[in-house]
T-cell receptor
Framework: DAGVTQSPTHLIKTRGQQVTLRCSPK?????VSWYQQALGQGPQFIFQ???????QRGNFPDRFSGHQFPNYSSELNVNALLLGDSALYLC????????????????FGPGTRLTVL | AQTVTQSQPEMSVQEAETVTLSCTYD???????LFWYKQPPSRQMILVIR??????QNATENRFSVNFQKAAKSFSLKISDSQLGDAAMYFC????????????FGDGTTLTVKP
């Protein structure tokens, strides 16, 4: 059973550029959440996708956007990169059941390390 | 807003000994979930243990157990018979019952296991 996968593993960008990160959820999962983890800190919730729609959003500017595809995979896009966007970006998926409101365990991917120079 | 606090940035334990990691949280909700995640240097966040707030019984998973004190809003993790492979960053996380996605994390505790 394949777990959550993310690509790329590492990425280096310069200020002002745009970046796209990708996530494939664990088999059987339909809900994808994205987190930003700065060095030495806990993950911070960016947003969550379910049924191809953004359902919840954390305290992040609209430079951060996303998308979910019919196969449940997801992309995180960040525009106009700032030095402060340098972080580990984690994707987490959870399984269906009672739908969006079911609370279930999130499984995390290995993350994408983004460095902004 | 919910907050999660881990007051121990670093902890160390001798191999085969027991260590307890602390976590407190703040919420006005009555139903919620609490989690401990382990993040080794490889970066993969791995679920260690999960506790539903409505359950009075403390969760246990092999060598890992929790002490859940709902009134005190405390959720500590006990690791028994510590092994070298337990060395990692440990995160405490909170999630509301009707909130399938958003989890609030503490800033983590780095656990070192000494041989």
């Amino acid at each position: 059973d394949a777990g959550v996968t993310q690509s790329p593993t590492h990425l280096i960008k310069t200020r002002g550029q745009q970046v796209t990160l990708r996530c494939s959820p664990k088999s059987g999962h339909d809900t994808v959440s994205w987190y930003q983890q700065a060095l030495g800190q806990g993950p911070q919730f960016i947003f969550q996708y379910y049924e191809e729609e953004e359902r919840q959003r954390g305290n992040f500017p609209d430079r951060f956007s996303g998308h979910q595809f019919p196969n449940y995979s997801s992309e995180l896009n960040v525009n106009a990169l700032l030095l402060g966007d340098s972080a580990l970006y984690l994707c987490a998926s959870s399984r269906p059941g009672q739908g969006f409101f079911e609370s279930d365990t999130q499984y995390f991917g290995p993350g994408t390390r983004l460095t902004v120079l | 807003a919910q907050t999660v606090t881990q007051s121990q940035p670093e902890m160390s334990v001798q191999e085969a000994e027991t260590v307890t990691l602390s976590c407190t949280y703040d919420t006005s909700e009555s139903d919620y979930y609490l989690f401990w995640y382990k993040q080794p240097p490889s970066r993969q966040m791995i679920l260690v243990i999960r506790q539903e707030a409505y359950k009075q019984q403390n969760a246990t998973e092999n060598r890992f157990s929790v002490n859940f004190q709902k009134a005190a809003k405390s959720f500590s993790l006990k690791i028994s018979d510590s092994q070298l492979g337990d060395a990692a960053m440990y995160f405490c996380a909170y999630r509301k019952d009707t909130n399938a996605g958003k989890s609030t994390f503490g800033d983590g505790t780095t656990l070192t296991v000494k041989p």
